[in-house]
């Protein structure tokens, strides 16, 4: 870990506790010796986490790179007032339509955030009853909501874009068929919460509904780069809601049913030792393995949010993550099957799915122009991602 990736999270601890990582009252001022910051707003940017550490930023940030940051926090802010008046819109036409809807993550997650405004916002999840999706879409036609064709049908939603805001309307929130998720997001969908940010009045899954959506969307990410956004994120729910009495009361028992609570445990625990999460009155953690701890912010660090430090690496990385988890055969022909246009209108070619596949990975690769050395650190961290998944019980 660089120091300015160590003092970037000790800012994210300010921001939202207002204390160091050791939970002390840290003065924002004491910043370490050597420290570049460029690269500290660089790292910020990657990780998506600029707005959330600008209001803590200590005096002797230079006056350029102040700037630079003023900046990223004034364009985020015109996207989220767009957003938040997106997102009021659309709760009026389903409520008009008295169609039941989730937020997932955007604001369900920002809501928990000291200042819910500093939280990134990339696009509008939404979820409603799998019987209503139909009607829900043809809703959103009528109001000029536009379909977005990314070429390749998704199995979980339908995407549409109005007023420069993007839209995803889910009838299921798994990237994967995993029915033990959504039988919590069902649930939710059944005992949905009221919620309000910055006037803004939505609804949301019930509070295990959405910490399991949270905790699984983490996981997803870090198969192919989850970076500190997704983990700010649970922290911030786990600081509000996931006590040691909800644990054990409710939120143990589902995080079983999903597979995932060596995870949640190692994350919550990796937040309290580097991001300032309380120990007090969360101590359903501390028997997490301090050293899969490490592994687990080493890997946030270096992805960055969805990956985007790893650049053109990222793809190579994930495929040959995949591939060690499925098996090179069983990736090839299920990524070429999602993938080859003339399959899905011609279903005999499926037996000739990994051909094709095997051949768009080849382009991939020339078009990535990777050296030997770039190839070498991409198979090196898909390896040790890999290893982590295992450990941590994912795969």
């Known amino acids: 870990m660089t120091i300015e990736q ?5 800012l994210i601890s300010l921001s939202q506790f207002r204390t160091g990582v050791d939970g002390s009252e840290a003065p924002v001022n004491a910043v370490p010796e050597g420290i570049d910051w460029v690269r500290l707003y660089e790292e910020a940017m990657a990780q998506s986490v600029v707005c959330v550490t600008g209001s803590v930023l ?5 006056a350029d790179v102040r700037s630079r940051w003023k900046d990223a926090e004034n364009r985020q802010l015109v996207t989220y007032i767009r957003y938040l008046n997106a997102q009021s819109n659309l ?23 000291r200042d819910p405004s500093k939280r990134a916002m990339g696009d509008i999840d939404f979820i409603v009853p799998p019987e209503m999706f139909e009607q829900t879409r043809e809703v959103l036609l009528a109001e000029g909501y536009q379909p977005v064709d990314y ?8 995407a549409y874009d109005k007023g420069r805001v993007h839209f995803e309307l889910h ?3 798994g990237h994967e068929d995993r029915e033990e998720v959504e039988k919590y997001v069902t649930n939710g969908l059944a005992k949905l919460r009221e919620a309000c940010v910055d006037n803004a009045e939505f609804t949301m899954l019930d509070r295990l509904g ?5 905790l699984d969307h983490m996981k997803t990410h870090l198969k192919s780069g989850l970076g500190l956004r997704q983990a700010v994120d649970w922290m911030m ?18 995080a079983a049913d999903v597979r995932l609570v060596k995870f949640a445990k190692v994350a919550t625990r990796m ?36 990956g985007r430090r790893n650049g053109e690496g990222q793809k190579i990385e994930s495929i040959t993550a995949s591939i060690k988890r499925e098996g090179l055969f069983t990736r090839l022909q299920k990524s070429g099957e999602g993938n080859w246009q003339a399959y899905k209108k011609h279903k005999w070619l499926k037996p000739f799915c990994w051909i094709y596949q095997s051949g768009r990975y080849v382009r991939q690769g020339i078009r990535a122009r990777r050296s030997g050395s770039e190839l070498k650190d991409d198979f090196k961290r898909a390896k040790t991602r890999h290893k982590l998944l295992k450990d941590l019980e994912i795969i």
Request: include cysteine; charge should be negative; charged fraction near 25%.
């Open 6 to 10: 160590a003092y970037l999270l000790k």
């Open 171 to 173: 009838h299921h929130f």
């Open 237 to 254: 729910y786990v600081d509000r809601e996931l006590d040691d009495e909800f644990w054990t009361a409710e939120f143990e028992a589902a």
């Open 151 to 158: 070429g390749v049908e998704n199995i979980r939603h339908v």
């Open 91 to 113: 709760t009026a036409l389903l409520r008009e339509k008295q169609i039941p809807f989730a937020v997932l993550k955007g604001l369900a997650a920002a809501v928990n955030y």
């Open 271 to 306: 937040c309290q030792k580097y991001m300032g999460l309380r120990t007090e009155g969360i101590t359903w953690c501390s028997d997490a393995d301090d050293k899969l701890c490490d592994d687990l912010i080493e890997n946030l660090l270096i992805s960055g949010n969805f």
């Open 58 to 62: 200590p005096d002797n940030v230079p």
């Open 210 to 214: 959405n910490g399991v959506v949270l």
